[in-house]
């Protein structure tokens, strides 16, 4: 059974550019969500998504955002990138049911801004 | 929201050594998490244990949702231990889960 995974795995960007990141889930899990890591501030929830439907979302700018595809692969997008946004990005996927699931994540992507 | 510490914040081990890693949360939880992460990053999946005890093994996991906190513990300790040991809970459905400030392990040999 094949993991969750995340690409690219590793992108550099300048500030003021746009990048998106693709998660595909554990085959079955219909619950998609995305966690920001840096030093500063730890593992932080970005948002979460199940059947295409936003469900939760943490205290970012609005500059993040993200979809889920009806096959439940998510892409999140940072526009006008700055430098405090280089970090891990992480994916998890679970099967979504309110209340229960076990988080799977993905390797991560590991964005740098210069 | 919910809080969620960790303790101790570092740990240094010599190989064989046994460990007791604690996650402490201020509110009821629905579910509960523990992870390794690896040298790349990689979140690896320990326990998913919202209450109870679970052994695999030379690592087990206690969680007491009562009392709101949650043991790690790691017996006879090897260097491939060494890595940031997280706990995370969710506390509002919909996979909001709020993660502990990890415990930073170091197994020397």
């Known amino acids: 059974k094949a993991g969750v995974t995340q690409t690219p795995r590793y992108l550099i960007k300048t500030r003021g550019q746009q990048v998106t990141l693709s998660c595909s889930p554990i085959s079955g899990h219909r619950s998609v969500s995305w966690y920001q890591q840096t030093p500063g501030q730890g593992l932080q929830f970005l948002f979460e998504y199940f059947s295409e439907t936003q469900r939760n979302k943490g205290n970012f700018p609005g500059r993040f955002s993200g979809r889920q595809f009806s096959n439940s692969r998510s892409e999140m997008n940072v526009s006008t990138l700055e430098l405090g946004d280089s970090a891990l990005y992480l994916c998890?996927?679970?099967?979504?049911?309110?209340?229960?699931?076990?988080?799977?994540f993905g390797e991560g992507s590991r964005l740098t801004v210069l | 929201g919910i809080q969620v510490e960790q303790s101790p914040p570092d740990l240094i081990l010599q190989e064989g050594a046994n460990s007791t890693l604690r996650c402490n949360f201020s509110?009821?939880?629905?579910?509960l998490q523990w992870f390794h992460q690896n040298p790349w990053g990689q979140l690896i999946n320990l326990f998913y244990i919202p209450s109870g005890t679970k052994q695999n093994g030379r690592l087990s996991a206690t969680t007491v949702a009562t009392e709101r906190y949650s043991l790690l513990y790691i017996s006879s300790s090897q260097t491939t231990d060494s890595g940031v040991y997280f706990c995370?809970?969710?506390?509002?459905?919909?996979?909001?889960?709020?993660f502990g400030t990890g415990t930073k392990l170091q197994v020397i040999p």
């Open positions: 998890a996927s679970s099967h979504g049911t309110v209340g229960t699931g076990e988080l799977f």
């Open positions: 995370a809970v969710d506390s509002g459905g919909y996979q909001k889960v709020t």
């Open positions: 509110d009821s939880v629905n579910n």
